[in-house]
């Protein structure tokens, strides 16, 4: 049965920066670690980290531009992410730990899987942005900017509509103002050439690595033909699997299923 246990807040400091992690479990036991995607925050791996913390050490990081790590002017580009990453794995300690990676956090599992894959032991990629990277700074970037400017006192009246506790109604103020503009704008327009570049990557991981596929008429990010191709091109290390009629968030979606699944992989075969 597992104990719930509040996380502790840290911060650790990579490429000049301090990164901010949320850490649950106990060190000694294997390391676990959670990446969101873009406009996310390391809290939204709460549930994932209550269900594990009993057996794992449990590391789920802020990225740079989000929650309350800094927020720099530059340095939003995958390799800058996945530096960080690297950086921090080893400032803190951890021993090849298991990667989970969630959209924007997939692409940066994809890219460590193939150019840190010694940092890794395994990786486990919720539903990542390859092909939609090309277009996303026009269709994913208003509707992020736009979240962001909404105004605290029209997001604590719709949480109070809701029925929302105090503490609900602060996360939803928090959700929607944590990350920065311009982290968002510059990472979705800075990053459009990975719509091609995670082939070549795909085609060098060397780590076991698991994809989970969204269905893309629920809101999944990546196209069945697009599937098609990677499984195609792909390492023999890279498997996808997907979830039908199970959108974007998936972990949200499905919790029971995504821990189960995630719990499969992390035993290896």
């Known amino acids: 049965m597992t104990t719930t246990k509040p996380p502790q807040s840290k911060f650790v400091e990579v490429q000049g920066i301090r990164m901010h992690y949320w850490e649950w479990g106990r060190t000694g036991t294997p390391d676990l670690l959670l990446v969101h995607g873009w406009t996310g925050f390391g809290q939204t791996w709460s549930g994932v980290a209550e269900h594990f913390q009993d057996r794992y050490h449990v590391i789920a990081p802020d990225l740079r531009g989000h929650g309350a790590s800094d927020k720099p002017h530059t340095g939003y580009r995958l390799r800058d992410f996945c530096e960080d990453i690297h950086q921090l794995i080893h400032a803190i300690g951890l021993r090849k730990p298991a990667y989970v990676g969630h959209s924007w956090g997939g692409n940066i599992g994809t890219y460590m899987a193939s150019e840190y894959a010694d940092d890794l032991s395994r990786a486990f990629l919720e539903d990542p942005v390859y ?131 995630l719990e499969e992989w992390l035993k290896g075969p």
């Open 131 to 261: 092909w939609r990277m090309l277009h996303a700074f026009v269709t994913a970037l208003p509707q992020s900017l736009a979240r962001h400017n909404r105004p605290e006192a029209e997001i604590r009246a719709d949480a109070r509509k809701r029925g929302l506790s105090k503490a609900d109604e602060d996360m939803e103020v928090y959700r929607a103002h944590h990350f920065s503009p311009l982290a968002i704008t510059r990472l979705l327009s800075d990053n459009r050439d990975w719509a091609y570049a995670c082939e070549e990557h795909m085609r060098r991981i060397t780590v076991p690595t698991l994809v989970l596929v969204a269905d893309v008429k629920a809101g999944g990010g990546i196209l069945l033909e697009e599937l098609a191709y990677y499984r195609r091109i792909a390492s023999p290390q890279l498997q996808f699997r997907f979830w039908e009629g199970v959108g974007h968030a998936m972990r949200r979606t499905k919790p029971d299923q995504y821990n189960q699944e």
